[in-house]
């Protein structure tokens, strides 16, 4: 299949299996790797071969989130709010070409999934997880909300108390709990994480593509037939909150490793 920069992307038989490739970052999310993965999403729409994509992470964790490497550059920061606001919808993208994938999609969840990468497992349909995995968003902790239309995705799963104990409060979650919870669908150890979710993917990939298919599609807008409606301004309630001086706070206390003292500006 098509080279990628950040991705391996291999199918076999009826399954593909995508592969975060980034193990220096953690496998963070940087606008090039956002891009690719909306990219192979997309790829998928005229392949009539594979039934289902199996995604995990090269190394230790499946994804580390939004890249916050000081040599990263915030998108396009010089531009007019306008086009900020257009730009910064890639991670929003991303989140729906998965989403939107016609075949079944599992994510074989290693180590951490934080953020976007937290975000990124609750937009596939089935959460295989090895016992070192865990999620957190820690959004909360730098000043700013969750976006990329992915509040909807994680109270669907968890239910709306224990969504806001991981986006409202920050809480890192673990394996077991993650299973108990309902965001896991089995939770395996490490070494048996790929064959457990390849068992997975192959048991799907026996079944009639099509009724599947329509199936997914339809179980989906059925549970996120509001979410567009809700959460259609997130993006701007994320540049509203990385405006305040809270956001600047926690930056600084987050780079100097001290408690942050937020005011409400």
């Given at each position: 299949?098509?080279?990628?920069?950040?991705?391996?992307?291999?199918?076999?038989?009826?399954?593909?299996?995508?592969?975060?490739?980034?193990?220096?970052?953690?496998?963070?999310l940087d606008s090039a790797t956002l891009e690719e993965i909306e990219t192979v999403a997309h790829s998928f729409?005229?392949?009539?071969?594979t039934r289902v994509v199996v995604f995990t992470g090269t190394g230790k964790h499946?994804?580390?989130g939004a890249d916050l490497s000081p040599e990263?550059?915030?998108?396009?920061?010089?531009?007019?709010?306008?086009?900020?606001?257009?730009?910064?919808?890639?991670?929003?993208?991303?989140?729906?070409?998965?989403?939107?994938?016609?075949?079944?999609?599992?994510?074989?969840?290693n180590g951490g999934a934080l953020g976007g990468g937290a975000c990124l497992t609750t937009a596939m349909d089935f959460r295989i997880g090895a016992d070192d995995c865990f999620m957190q968003y820690p959004e909360i902790e730098i000043g700013v909300n969750?976006?990329?239309?992915?509040?909807?995705?994680?109270?669907?799963?968890?239910?709306?108390?224990?969504?806001?104990?991981?986006?409202?409060?920050?809480?890192?979650?673990y394996a077991e709990e993650l299973l108990s919870w309902g965001i896991l669908d089995a939770l395996v150890p490490?070494?048996?994480?790929?064959?457990?979710?390849?068992?997975?993917?192959?048991?799907?990939?026996?079944?009639?593509?099509?009724?599947?298919?329509?199936?997914?599609?339809s179980v989906n807008a059925i549970a996120s037939a509001l979410d567009s409606a809700v959460m259609h301004m997130d993006v701007d309630?994320?540049?509203?909150?990385a405006s305040t001086e809270d956001r600047q706070e926690a930056i600084r206390s987050y780079l100097a490793k001290t408690k942050p003292t937020f005011t409400g500006n």
């Open positions: 299949m098509s080279d990628y920069k950040n991705l391996i992307c291999e199918r076999k038989g009826f399954i593909a299996t995508v592969t975060f490739n980034r193990p220096r970052k953690m496998n963070a729409r005229d392949d009539p071969e499946f994804s580390s990263v550059q915030p998108i396009d920061a010089n531009a007019n709010l306008a086009l900020r606001r257009r730009r910064a919808r890639i991670g929003e993208r991303a989140i729906n070409a998965i989403y939107a994938m016609d075949q079944i999609t599992i994510a074989a969840w969750l976006m990329w239309k992915s509040l909807p995705l994680i109270t669907h799963l968890a239910g709306p108390a224990k969504a806001k104990r991981l986006v409202a409060g920050g809480e890192r979650i490490h070494d048996d994480l790929i064959v457990t979710a390849m068992n997975w993917a192959e048991r799907y990939a026996d079944l009639s593509p099509i009724p599947q298919q329509m199936i997914k599609q309630q994320n540049l509203f909150s």
